[in-house]
């Protein structure tokens, strides 16, 4: 006879194992069921909340989505079959389905893939151990979905569509050479290099000549469990031409000290993570992964600035610079982030290098290496 924390072991191997009449009421006895379903439904979410008998462990949960289906197999709970119709606008309804007496799927009919989270409640009082499933009416695009054990990386080519970004000649109305131009055609060899690596997966930000605003791709960053974010931009300083050279920016813990309601206004309205398995997002969580994010961002920097140094002949790498202005993309809370300037559009040299394809190779080349150097070190520490 085994103990309950062996007879969890035993289904974290993934033991599919045929129970005899003992083992069976032992699972009887101590694996926790579905006592009840409960949901409400508001125009924000419609929450989902299973009563258990006991409690069940993150671990032991996996999901996944598959064509309207949002879908959740939980070892180490059983349940009877039942079935509980939603009086929701995307959702229908849910269902629980016990697979083995230690094993149940739930699954939830959507209209269409939507943002999740999944979380529990410890029992308190008279209310016992809860599963908390909310579905947000937000689309879920299919996009930032990403296979499990990939590393995500988000491009942010910086401008697009009516933002222009820099551009030169500064005076002119319709002037010839345009930052948002610049910063997407590094970016897609960002890409294709980074792409060579079936470990990784990009997503951008933006992928054409289309405005995207700068909340929006923040909240890209966070909703795609990015392990890098960079932003690249080149820069303009009118005043002073003969500036020149690139420059790789990380957040400043001083910097994100003033923007105080940032972290929590993604936090309240991004749901962080929500293609993959999100226990609880709080804003204390937030607000300690934002501690971790300029450790990280630093070390994402240092690796980018690395590389770009091993292929710079014309001695125009500056190296890491603090962020001074008030730059919502790298302030994503929990995301390594970086913006990269490639060069300055009001210096005639850079400008020249700028437009050339070889040059954007060469600076794409040196961003992709470092990303690939950073993604490296993850994998030899422990994630937090
Ligand atoms: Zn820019």
């Known amino acids: 006879m085994f103990t309950r924390r062996q007879f969890l072991k035993v289904l974290s191997l993934g033991g599919f194992f045929s129970f005899s009449n003992v083992e069976l009421s032992f699972a009887k006895k101590y694996i926790p069921y ?15 909340v299973f009563d258990l008998s006991g409690k069940v462990y993150k671990k032991y949960i996996s999901n996944y989505m ?15 079959r039942k079935k509980v119709y939603f009086r929701s606008k995307y959702a229908k309804y849910v269902e629980v389905i ?9 699954r ?41 054990g990939k590393r995500v990386v988000v491009l942010d080519p ?10 030169w000649p500064i005076h002119w109305r319709h002037p010839k050479y345009k930052e948002k131009n610049i910063t997407l055609g590094i970016a897609k060899k960002v890409k294709k290099l980074l792409e060579k690596d079936s470990r990784i997966s990009v997503i951008m930000t933006r992928e ?26 080149a820069d303009s300083m009118p005043n002073h031409p003969r500036w020149r ?3 790789v920016f990380k957040a400043s813990p001083t ?42 961002s630093r070390k994402l920097a240092e690796s980018i600035v690395k590389r770009l140094k091993a292929n710079d002949n014309e001695n125009i790498v500056k190296g890491i610079k603090d962020m001074k202005r008030n730059i919502l993309v790298i302030k994503t809370p929990g995301r390594p982030a970086v913006l990269v300037e490639t060069g300055f559009m009001t210096n005639r040299y850079d400008r020249k290098n700028l437009l050339k394809s070889s040059y954007q190779w060469k600076i794409a080349k040196g961003i992709a290496q470092g990303i690939k150097e950073y993604l490296r070190s993850l994998d030899k520490v422990a994630m937090y």
């Open 255 to 296: 910097l994100f000290a003033k923007a105080t309601n940032t972290a929590e206004a993604i936090a309240k309205n991004v749901k962080i993570c929500s293609d993959t398995m999100c226990w609880s997002i709080t804003p204390v969580i937030v607000s300690l992964s934002s501690t971790v994010t300029f450790v990280e």
């Open 158 to 167: 910086g401008h697009g569509g009516k933002d222009p970004g820099a551009i």
């Open 98 to 106: 016990p697979l083995t007496s230690t094993k149940t799927k739930i």
């Open 34 to 48: 579905v006592k009840r379903i409960r949901y409400s439904s508001s125009s924000k979410r419609t929450r989902i």
């Open 208 to 233: 054409r000549d289309v405005f995207v605003p700068l909340l929006k791709r923040a909240e890209i960053a966070a909703k795609s469990c990015a392990d890098a974010f960079v932003s690249i931009h």
């Open 66 to 80: 598959k064509h309207n289906y949002l879908v959740f197999v939980v070892k180490g709970l059983r349940t009877d």
């Open 108 to 148: 939830i009919k959507l209209d269409s893939p939507r943002s999740y989270k999944i979380f529990a409640l410890k029992s308190r009082g008279k209310k016992s151990f809860r599963l908390v499933i909310d579905v947000f009416p937000d689309f879920m695009p299919l996009k930032l979905k990403t296979e499990l």
């Open 245 to 247: 050279g690139v420059t």
